[in-house]
């Protein structure tokens, strides 16, 4: 039952990507040159992330205040709430479809370990000295 539900979230989720970006899943990767088997969310900049969550933060809400408890009507509220964070976007001058990606998440996670191994290197060896 847990992996149905989970199966259900992950549909409504991705129900998010057309009436935010105006693009297919397949469409935005490929704008935004991420590999396929990667997430969307890997590369995505800052304010995108947050749009996403705002839909499916009021998506989350709005299911319990209006007792939605079909997958139509919870897609369609999540839906709803994805065009309404993209005309607030819009209305700053922000079209989500036209942010360019962000740096791989996975190459600055990376990159931060290594920046932690040579710091903590670097601490040691001074701690040494003295």
Known sequence: MLRLIEKGFAIIRSKEIRPLFLLSTQQLKNKLGIPEKR???DFLPTISIKAKDLAAEMTSLNVQSKDLKKHNPIENEH???S??????LL???????NLPADEDVKKVQRKLKVDSNNILKNTSKRNLKK
Do not use: L, S
Not at 91 to 97: A, D
């Open 91 to 97: 209305g700053r001058g922000i079209k989500p479809e």
């Open 39 to 41: 997430p969307i969310a």
């Open 79 to 81: 839906i709803e709430n």
């Open 83 to 88: 065009n309404a964070v993209r005309q607030m």
